[in-house]
Nanobody, 124 residues
Framework: QVQLVESGGGLVQTGASLRLSCSIS????????VGWFRQGPGKEREFVST????????AYADSVKGRFTISRDISKNTVYLQMNNLKSEDTAVYYC?????????????????WGQGTQVTVSS
């Protein structure tokens, strides 16, 4: 079993930065992919970014390209999402998820484990 815990959310102003963390426990990841999704108020959950654990391959949603960066620290079993130049439309609950697939994974159904989420609110 794998447990994921997100942290780092908060209330910030437009243009600010935040770094989210996803701490993974229960089983040391040696392969697979970890992704970030978000669900804004009144919206469906959407893909944000993913990283392949072994090779570091990444993928991003068009809406965050150039502003968000995903990375991982293998020694800490943690994935990060650095979010810069935040906009009001980035307001959402952010979830991290783990998949057994060893490629960039962008669809919810391909993820096996999910965290509880962390709230990010961007005020203008």
């Amino acid at each position: 079993q794998v447990q994921l815990v997100e942290s780092g959310g908060g209330l910030v102003q437009t243009g600010a930065s935040l770094r989210l963390s996803c701490s993974i426990s229960g089983r040391t990841l040696r392969s697979g992919a970890v992704g970030w999704f978000r669900q804004g108020p009144g919206k469906e959950r959407e893909f944000v970014s993913t990283i392949v654990w072994n090779f570091g391959f990444t993928a991003y949603a068009d809406s965050v390209k150039g502003r968000f960066t995903i990375s991982r620290d293998i020694s800490k079993n943690t994935v990060y999402l650095q979010m810069n130049n935040l906009k009001s439309e980035d307001t959402a609950v952010y979830y991290c998820a783990a998949s057994a697939r060893t490629r960039p994974v962008m669809f919810e159904y391909e993820y096996d484990y999910w965290g509880q989420g962390t709230q990010v609110t961007v005020s203008s």
